[in-house]
T-cell receptor, first 114, second 111 residues
Framework: KAGVTQTPRYLIKTRGQQVTLSCSPI?????VSWYQQTPGQGLQFLFE???????NKGNFPGRFSGRQFSNSRSEMNVSTLELGDSALYLC?????????????FGPGTRLTVL | QKEVEQNSGPLSVPEGAIASLNCTYS??????FFWYRQYSGKSPELIMF????GDKEDGRFTAQLNKASQYVSLLIRDSQPSDSATYLC???????????FGSGTKLNVKP
């Protein structure tokens, strides 16, 4: 089975711009979660989608949004980029997103905001 | 109080020794517990998970869970230099659908 894929792998943007990141989960997985990882804050949960519905959301401003398509692929969008948004953005998929389903991570998208 | 706490390390152990990594969590109703390994510049990869009190062994790795003490640990036997990485503890709280990660413990295994 192919693993979780994320595109693009690297992005450089300037403050005020917006960005869209894409994630394709493992085939058959219906839950996709997004995380932000920075050296200072570690891995922080952004949101989780299951069957095109956002089931849970972390403590991030409304500039961070996401969606999931019928084929379980997911996108996240960050609008009005700030310098502090520079981070590694990881998506993880699991079969059903229940507590007993382990998550598998993609390689991440490294976003640099100048 | 953070949902998941880990000592950031670094924890240094000689090759062949047992490395012991610890994690505490705040939500007493937490359901499941995971250990991930993350090499520098890479994404986390799942090592193992545990749901029930006690020990669970997988090769050189043993996860230990004590729900009464809200404590989960990972033992790595016969540590190898290739085990040098950051180890992340993740917990699924009682309200499901979220994973809370600790900040990770950096392990250095010295040849």
């Amino acid at each position: 089975k192919a693993g979780v894929t994320q595109t693009p792998r690297y992005l450089i943007k300037t403050r005020g711009q917006q960005v869209t990141l894409s994630c394709s989960p493992i085939s058959g997985h219906r839950s996709v979660s997004w995380y932000q990882q920075t050296p200072g804050q570690g891995l922080q949960f952004l949101f989780e989608y299951f069957s095109e519905t956002q089931r849970n959301k972390g403590n991030f401003p409304g500039r961070f949004s996401g969606r999931q398509f019928s084929n379980s692929r997911s996108e996240m969008n960050v609008s009005t980029l700030e310098l502090g948004d520079s981070a590694l953005y990881l998506c993880a998929s699991s079969q059903y997103g229940t507590p007993y389903n382990e998550q598998f991570f993609g390689p991440g998208t490294r976003l640099t905001v100048l | 109080q953070k949902e998941v706490e880990q000592n950031s390390g670094p924890l240094s152990v000689p090759e062949g020794a047992i490395a012991s990594l610890n994690c505490t969590y705040s939500d007493r109703g937490s359901q499941s517990f995971f250990w991930y390994r993350q090499y520098s510049g890479k994404s986390p990869e799942l090592i193992m998970f545990i749901y029930s009190n006690g020990d669970k062994e997988d090769g050189r790795f043993t996860a230990q869970l004590n729900k009464a003490s809200q404590y989960v640990s990972l033992l790595i036997r016969d540590s190898q230099p290739s085990d040098s990485a950051t180890y992340l503890c993740a917990v699924t709280p009682s309200n499901f659908n979220k994973f809370y990660f600790g900040s990770g413990t950096k392990l250095n295994v010295k040849p």
